[in-house]
């Protein structure tokens, strides 16, 4: 059984099983990812990040590095905002890149470009779509469904807004909310809370929760933040292109802005790279 080399990093509590795999020689089966992702018997993580070249990963992406990004139960995913953050943190701390200039990174949902913040690393996430789409959420702690909106950063998110802090500390995210009707391949739900002003010195705030597919409620969602400060603006009408989005994990920034006629949206906050080792594949 190999040996492999891992680092274990976290952005906002949202953690990850990072693995080198510079030359694409590693083909880790969903079990393998399942296994070093457990925390009773593995690593522990939300998921698992293989850093690999692009060309070497045969992914077809114009930036260098690759992340093939993996959720906590093996199945891929297409994105994850925080683990952007620090698979560029790990990059530019093992010498694998540099970020004194901002760093192009190949997901699964385009390439997306880092740069370093005053709150750690910001990454822009591109475009986002919605439609007129209203799916019921039945999670366990509401008293009724509750409708969403489908939010689609490169990876699918659907937006609920609850009336209190009490419904969203209330809710039990150990069972997996219904979505009806159910989206082909799942998404993440956030269920979401204004702040009360929700506008301060400019900056909207908002509190949220998310169940993540393929893993399970985490302290932190890094496109979620950005779905839930999306969802939220529509709804408030009018509200500001700048947001702090708290979660159990920390706060991220979420930024809205104009390029080439289009709205993008940015996702800025801490990367953190926790300790390294190494760990026999089963």
Not at 66 to 83: H, K, L, Q, T, V
Request: aromatic residues 6%.
């Amino acid at each position: 059984m190999p040996e492999i080399p891992f680092t274990k990093g976290h952005g906002t509590g949202n953690d990850f099983v990072i693995v080198p795999d510079p030359d694409g020689v590693l083909d880790l089966s969903a079990a393998q990812v399942a296994a070093l992702c457990d925390r009773h018997f593995g690593i522990g993580a939300d998921g698992l990040l293989r850093v690999v070249r692009s060309a070497a990963g045969g992914f077809g992406s114009d930036a260098e590095w690759f992340m093939d990004y993996r959720n906590a139960d093996g199945s891929i995913a297409e994105m994850c905002g925080n683990g952007v953050r620090v698979f560029a943190r790990y990059l530019a701390d093992t010498g694998l890149a540099s970020l004194d200039s901002p760093l192009a990174v190949g997901t699964r949902a385009g390439t997306k470009t880092v740069t370093r913040s005053d709150d750690g690393f910001r990454v822009d996430l591109g475009t986002w779509r919605t439609d007129a789409a209203d799916p019921l959420v039945r999670a366990r702690g509401l008293d009724v469904a509750r409708p969403g909106m489908n939010i689609d950063l490169g990876n699918p998110h659907i937006v609920v807004a609850l009336a209190s802090d009490a419904e969203l500390d209330g809710l039990d995210l150990s069972v997996i909310p219904h979505i009806d009707p159910q989206p082909e391949g799942g998404a993440n739900v956030e269920f979401v809370v204004p702040e009360d002003p929700l506008i301060t010195a400019g900056v909207g705030r908002i509190r949220m929760r998310v169940f993540e597919r393929g893993v399970g409620e985490t302290l932190s969602c890094g496109t979620g933040t950005v779905a839930a400060a999306l969802a939220v603006r529509s709804w408030a009408g009018g509200a500001p292109h700048e947001w702090r989005v708290e979660v159990p994990g920390g706060v991220l920034g979420v930024s809205m802005f104009e390029m080439g006629g289009q709205e993008r949206v940015a996702l800025s906050g801490p990367a953190t790279l926790v300790y390294s080792g190494t760990v026999t594949l089963a």
